[in-house]
């Protein structure tokens, strides 16, 4: 399944990069390098949407019913 984030690159103290994704909350990333800041606020982003999916499988009660919601968030 395919989800597409907006990822906020800043230049912060020291010339670090920190990325952010500002609809995950938790998803921050701060690294020397840009590609390097990409690859890590990736892997963030997976990692912490894995930890929410099976937070709500392992609480979800035995009769939820599971769905696919869509919805389309414009571009800023």
């Known amino acids: 399944m395919r ?3 907006t990822v906020v690159f800043q230049t912060v103290e020291d010339g670090w990069v920190m990325a ?3 609809e995950l909350l938790g998803a921050v990333k701060q690294e020397r390098d840009l590609e390097v800041a990409r690859g ?3 892997e963030a982003v997976e990692l912490l949407l894995e930890a ?3 937070n709500a499988v392992r ?3 035995g009769n939820a019913v599971w769905e696919t919601l869509t919805v389309d968030v414009p571009a800023a």
Do not use: G, K, L
Request: aromatic residues 14%; proline residues 13%; negative net charge.
């Open 3 to 5: 989800h597409d984030y």
């Open 20 to 22: 952010t994704v500002p």
């Open 40 to 42: 890590m606020i990736r």
């Open 52 to 54: 929410y999916r099976d």
């Open 59 to 61: 609480d979800a009660p």
